[in-house]
């Protein structure tokens, strides 16, 4: 039996750099028994670039605006069964952003984290996935 194809938004992911932490998300997924441990991710709206996704996803997700940006890469998520592609950004020097409205699906607790422990507490593909493509360079 053949699976069917879910067409899905392309989305980004943010690798959020601040000092020796990374800003990461704990959050509720309706496929996970527990919270999760991610990197800050969206969808990408209609219309919208990946690049204007990052800066509005940093803003909705941890309340950040970032004055240096780089697009390292991008991957497939899910290939076998799905159309979405994920988009990865570095972000670093940080300030606060205006407070955005999280989406109603949405509650997340904002996480700063060790670098060297990111290996170990990230819980979701994407991130993992992101930051190899961040530590081992830009695809």
């Excluded at 004055?67 to 990865?88: D, I, K, M």
């Excluded at 997340?108 to 992101?130: C, G, M």
């Amino acid at each position: 039996m053949a699976i069917p194809l879910l067409r899905h938004p392309e989305s980004v992911v943010l690798v959020v750099v601040d000092g020796d932490d990374l800003v990461c998300v704990r959050q509720t997924r309706l496929g996970a028994p527990d919270l999760t441990l991610e990197l800050p991710s969206g969808k990408i709206e209609p219309g919208e670039m990946p690049d204007q996704a990052a800066v509005r996803e940093l803003a909705e997700e941890c309340g950040l605006a970032a004055a240096e940006s780089a697009y390292l890469g991008s991957f497939w998520v899910v290939p076998a069964y799905s159309t979405e592609r994920c988009h990865v950004f570095q972000v670093a020097s940080l300030s606060p952003a205006e407070a955005a409205v999280l989406d109603d699906d949405e509650d997340i607790e904002v996480e700063r984290i060790p670098v060297i422990e990111a290996w170990e507490r990230l819980s979701d593909a994407a991130s993992l996935a992101a930051l190899g493509i961040w530590r081992h360079g830009s695809r």
